[in-house]
């Protein structure tokens, strides 16, 4: 019997466990399959981690994994996909945004052949509309200037075959931006769509200042693009002051000496100064992802893990 990993990455969930666990419980109930169900504690503050505890203790089949601290979703999937050892795995979250009635539908395409099949928000009324313009534009533009293409609306919910996971646990780099290295590893997709609920309880744990740190890193990990326009920029620039100053020159040569051009001046000093510091900006946001990737350090901390073979294949 093939065997099918859901990976949970948690934090802060308390409020939504129960409810969730019934739901996947009944959505997933009479199956051909057999599950395994890998939580991620990463690092909740609140009672998270003594359910996860309990539901491992209480069912063979669910393994807890707490991290020594909050590392952020990406480490968190990460976590559960070293630790997954199903025929397909599928992250989904824990705030039933992600609706688990979707799974079986996306295992019969797997079973049709696909090795992934993405969940994709048909409809995302139940976001703000400045989430969802951000996440259009974001969209847009992450399309335009990196490869390969993420399909729009689609989140970590999706199934990827073992052959896929395989791929993605090779990947060695420390600013994961999952859905990037998931589209990375390519392989034969197809999607399914869903309407995106509102969560039940609690609040997202992301605001525009984490999206945006996950739109850079998402940017700047799959495409070179904002380095590269700079010396584009820069050529372009250099073009018109030159062929400013020739004309400037004949017409000195022409017409004989002309007022002192103080404010243009002035302007053309700020304008580049301000075109150097944005083109050094960016080579920073480069240079520092280089720093940290160069690092080499482990994407999580496991603290300890409930649950089948308890303390097993601890991994990085
Ligand atoms: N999450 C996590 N670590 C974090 C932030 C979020 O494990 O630092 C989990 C969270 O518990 C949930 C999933 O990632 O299961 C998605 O988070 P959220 O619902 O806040 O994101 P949104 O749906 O608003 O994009
Ligand atoms: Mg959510």
Redesign the pocket.
Same mark, same amino acid.
């Given at each position: 019997m093939a065997l099918i990993s859901i990976l !949970?990455? !948690?934090? &802060?969930?308390a409020e939504n466990l129960p409810l969730f666990w019934r739901t996947l419980s009944e959505a997933l109930g009479d199956s051909q399959y057999e599950y395994e169900y890998i939580f991620?504690n990463?690092g909740s503050s609140d009672g998270t981690l003594e359910y996860l505890k309990r539901l491992a203790s209480e069912n063979a089949r669910v393994r807890a994994i707490d991290l020594s601290r &909050?590392f952020? $979703?990406e480490a968190?999937l990460s976590a559960a996909i070293d630790f997954a050892a199903g025929d397909a795995v599928i992250p989904i #979250?824990? #705030?039933l945004?992600d609706p688990p009635e979707l799974i079986p539908e996306m295992l019969r395409l797997w079973q049709e052949g696909f090795d992934v099949v993405e969940a994709q928000r048909s409809d995302r009324a139940s976001d703000t509309f400045g989430k969802r313009l951000t996440a259009h534009f974001f969209y847009r533009f992450h399309n335009k200037i990196s490869s390969p293409k993420l399909t729009e609306n689609a989140?970590d919910f999706r199934l990827m075959s073992r052959r896929v996971v395989d791929v993605i646990k090779k990947l060695p780099e420390s600013q994961r931006f999952m859905r990037g290295l998931f589209a990375w590893a390519g392989f034969k997709t197809t999607v399914v769509q869903y309407v995106r609920p509102p969560?039940p309880a609690g609040e997202? $744990?992301?605001n525009y200042k984490s999206m945006w740190r996950l739109a850079l890193d998402a940017i700047t990990s799959f495409s070179t693009l904002p380095l590269r326009l700079w010396s584009y920029i820069g050529a372009a620039i250099s073009m018109t002051a030159f062929l400013g100053t020739l004309y400037i020159f004949v017409r000195t040569l022409v017409f004989g000496k002309d007022l002192p051009g103080y404010a243009s001046t002035i302007c053309l000093i700020l304008f580049l100064g301000g075109v150097q510091l944005l083109g050094i900006g960016i080579l920073g946001e480069y240079l520092g992802r280089t720093y940290m990737e160069v690092k080499h350090r482990p994407l999580y901390v496991v603290a300890d893990i409930y649950g089948e073979n308890e303390g097993g294949d601890k991994k990085k």
């Open positions: !949970c990455p !948690c934090y &802060n969930e991620v990463d &909050n952020g $979703k968190a #979250d824990a #705030d945004q989140g969560r997202t $744990k992301y």
